[in-house]
């Protein structure tokens, strides 16, 4: 199945990356809590408040189950569902096809095998997806979807690469300090490594950073476990924290991600990529000088 193509200027996808461009990640957050919560909370049973960090305080209506925020205890950074949601269109290749935003990818339903080296899956009581019935999935459900509903799940003999791009007049901001994080990536499992290379946008061009090698090692866990179709128990969720410092000198603005596997690094399954995107300068802007004439019209015609 062929992908269609992404935005204007997207950077063309690569699995390699040479080993003198990589630089392993450096923040080791010690402690992490995921708050999932749905949206009606009157109705939902509440669990304990007073629980320690890297705990999960959950509330159920049904089988909803919404992340309300993931804080990175320690740093003061704190990520909510809006922030896992902020992208806008993916691309994935994979075993020589590539795969666009809303193309069906074909999924494995239950445990019975593993068809297929990378496809999107769901929690075994979230909302089916649209492609349930012809077993298919979309990279837009998977990230602009609940967070802990559906993920993309891999194998170990899998090699892919993930695109992922935040709306246009929209970047990844620097808060010019290496020790807390602008990018939060959950991956269900913890038992598998990750790679991941930031996309800049100047003057027209569109190019990648130095990859930044995440190791399982450095995942902590969320106290949150998930189980899918495709696997028989629930397993734990860890995440990363990532600092943008960590891709070096960055010339433009970061408008996506550019997130690999490769055989090696042991079939990681994605969950879900949060990050504090903000409107370009230029953007704001744009507005302001918008919204100053909607004002200067409203005064002449009172």
């Not at 992208?87 to 494995?108: F, H, M, Q, S, V």
């Not at 990859?211 to 450095?218: G, I, N, P, Q």
């Not at 990529?273 to 409107?279: E, G, H, I, L």
């Amino acid at each position: 199945m062929g992908g269609g193509a992404l935005g204007t200027g997207f950077a063309p996808l690569s699995l390699g990356s040479s080993p003198e461009s990589e630089t392993v990640i450096i923040m080791n957050l010690s402690r992490i809590s995921l708050l999932a919560l749905t949206a009606a909370l009157g109705a939902a049973s509440m669990a304990n408040n007073n629980l320690p960090v890297n705990q999960i305080l959950t509330a159920t209506q049904g089988d909803e189950l919404s992340l309300v925020s993931l804080t990175m205890t320690g740093t003061g950074v704190v990520f909510t569902e809006e922030d896992f949601r902020r992208w806008e269109d993916a691309r994935l290749a994979t075993g020589g096809k590539t795969y666009g935003w809303i193309d069906p990818i074909k999924r494995d339903m239950n445990t019975s095998g593993n068809k297929y080296a990378v496809n999107p899956d769901r929690r075994d009581n979230a909302k089916p997806m649209a492609g349930e019935s012809s077993s298919t999935g979309t990279l837009r459900e998977v990230f602009t979807a609940r967070p802990l509903d559906y993920i993309l799940d891999s194998e170990d003999c899998a090699s892919w690469s993930l695109d992922l791009k935040l709306g246009n007049g929209q970047y990844i901001k620097s808060d010019k300090n290496s020790k807390t994080p602008e990018i939060a990536i959950l991956e269900r499992g913890m038992n598998s490594d990750l790679k991941v290379k930031a996309i800049v946008s100047n003057g027209g061009q569109i190019t990648t950073t130095k990859s930044v090698f995440l190791s399982r090692t450095a995942q902590r866990y969320t106290n949150f476990k998930m189980d899918t179709l495709e696997i028989a128990g629930a397993q734990k969720v860890g995440v990363w924290g990532l600092s943008l410092d960590s891709f070096g000198p960055i010339e433009g603005q970061v408008i996506g991600l550019q997130i690999s596997s490769d055989a090696s690094y042991g079939g990681p399954d994605l969950v879900g990529v949060a990050t504090n995107a903000v409107p370009e300068p230029g953007t704001m802007i744009a507005l302001g000088a918008g919204l100053a004439a909607l004002a200067r019209r409203r005064r002449k015609t009172a």
